[in-house]
């Protein structure tokens, strides 16, 4: 069913429609079903069988057939109850943080007049934000997940990477890309979780037994908010720090001090990365190791986009905004195949250390983003600094393939030690023995 925009969406949605809840296909269960009454948005990234899937700009829906099915992430959404409302607005190709649409305009930041709402999954993110919706899906590629909910004042989660379904989901880089959703509260975020992320296997703890879980240590890295350079790092520390104490007693906060020494000293083949740095990356207002992951997965997402995409934009020649368009280009002409073999061992190392690290239920506590939105349409040049330390602390989840969620930072002082206790009971959800590593976004 097609529904008419009334001009209040804040540029939100592509199209508004209604999908109705999946029939279901249980007659004796009395109870409704977890995600009955809520109402959803789409990133126009998933496939909806019957439309085009524009992937942020109109040379794609342009040459592009209305999908043959749906995305199960979709599918699953609405076979838990909910009612999809339309498609969102997203960063062309979803190579972008800021949430700066040239084609189709930007998705206007109800947290935030005037700056951009981050991106990729902008409108998914404005669409709840500004209430036009209960949840949303959105990827997250590189942050696309979490930059928006962290400038829109929304809850965002990215779980761990391969946990929800990418089939019927365009890819950017498929070694990165990963399924997350939107909230405005916390409750809301838990009843979407509980449908997204698969059931933990039999052979596996069971469900109360998760429910037991708690984290066993906080660790909260003093180098990482370092990198919000300004007051704002020592508030959020001090938050952070006292929400785990009172959850958890002194001891289980653990502040690891440099999470820039620990990866340097654990992921050796980084070294090889840590020459080639720019400017901005070297400089004190980053964390080199942490630039220098960044620059790894980088490298690498912009390898496989290149391999998605590269035939189509040689022949349709899209016409692609400011920042955008240059993005693309340079990936386009990349040649990064003889530093895969380091590239891919950076990865590896970096697992495996972070997993080290985080063993025995223990989660790590970060800043998401550096600081407030920029102000929209800046000019690229400007934004250099602060996207070399939005990425420093963005590739941390991104390159591991850990989970990471971002909560509403005016809400953590009534809601630091729910925060906690809710990763304690919601995200460790074990799969065929693997745990997601949890990262609550400062």
């Keep these: 069913m097609e529904m008419q925009g009334n001009g ?7 199209e508004k429609f209604l999908l109705p809840p999946s029939p279901s296909s249980d007659h004796q269960q009395p109870q409704q079903p977890p995600l009955h ?9 998933f496939d909806v069988a019957g439309r085009v899937t524009g992937f942020g700009t109109p040379d794609w829906a342009r040459t592009h057939a209305p999908a043959a099915a749906t995305a199960p992430a979709v599918l ?3 076979a838990a109850g909910a009612t999809g409302v339309g498609k969102t607005v997203m960063d062309e190709m979803a190579y972008s943080i800021n949430g700066e649409n040239a084609q189709y305009g930007t998705p206007a930041n109800p947290c935030a007049p005037g700056r951009v709402p981050g991106g990729s999954s902008s409108g998914s993110a404005v669409a709840v934000a500004a209430s036009l919706a209960d949840f949303a899906l959105g990827t997250d590629t590189g942050g696309s997940v979490r930059v928006p909910a962290a ?3 929304i809850f965002g989660l990215r779980p761990s990477h391969g946990l929800v379904s990418t089939e019927n ?3 950017m880089a498929q070694m990165f890309d990963t399924v997350g959703w939107f909230a405005r509260d916390l409750p809301t975020l838990s009843r979407v979780t509980d449908v997204m992320l698969p059931p933990v296997p039999a052979a596996a703890d069971d469900d109360a037994e998760i429910r037991r879980r708690r984290p066993s240590r906080v660790i909260i890295p003093a180098d990482c908010f370092k990198i919000l350079g300004s007051s704002d790092d020592d508030h959020t520390y001090e938050i952070l720090n006292a929400s785990a104490a009172k959850v958890f007693g002194s001891d289980a906060v653990v502040d690891n001090g440099n999470l820039g020494d620990f990866v340097s000293s654990n992921v050796p083949s980084i070294g090889k990365f840590m020459t080639d740095l720019s400017a901005v990356e070297a400089s004190s207002s980053c964390v080199p190791p942490l630039s220098a992951i960044s620059r790894v997965m980088r490298v690498l997402q912009r390898s496989e986009f290149k391999s998605n995409h590269a035939e189509w934009f040689n022949t349709v020649k899209p016409n692609l905004g400011p920042g955008i368009r240059e993005r693309v280009q340079e990936a386009i002409a990349s040649e990064d195949e003889s530093a895969m073999d380091d590239l891919h061992a950076v ?4 697992k495996s250390a972070l997993a080290t690290l985080l063993k025995d239920d223990k989660i790590l506590a970060i800043p998401t983003v550096p600081g407030a939105p920029p102000k929209l349409c800046m000019d690229a040049a400007l934004l250099e600094d602060f996207r070399a330390r939005a990425f420093s602390l963005l590739s941390i989840a991104g390159l591991s393939g850990f989970c990471q969620m971002k909560d509403p930072e ?9 925060l906690i206790e809710w990763v304690s009971n919601k995200v460790y959800r074990a799969s065929q023995g693997w745990r997601p590593r949890v990262r609550l976004g400062g």
């Design 8 to 14: 209040d969406d804040h540029g939100a949605f592509m």
């Design 37 to 45: 009454g809520l109402t959803f948005a789409i990133k126009d990234i």
């Design 76 to 78: 699953a959404a609405l």
């Design 151 to 153: 400038y829109c004042g």
């Design 169 to 171: 989901v365009v890819p």
């Design 347 to 350: 990865r590896t190392e970096f």
């Design 410 to 418: 005016k809400k953590m002082l009534t809601l630091g030690a729910k």
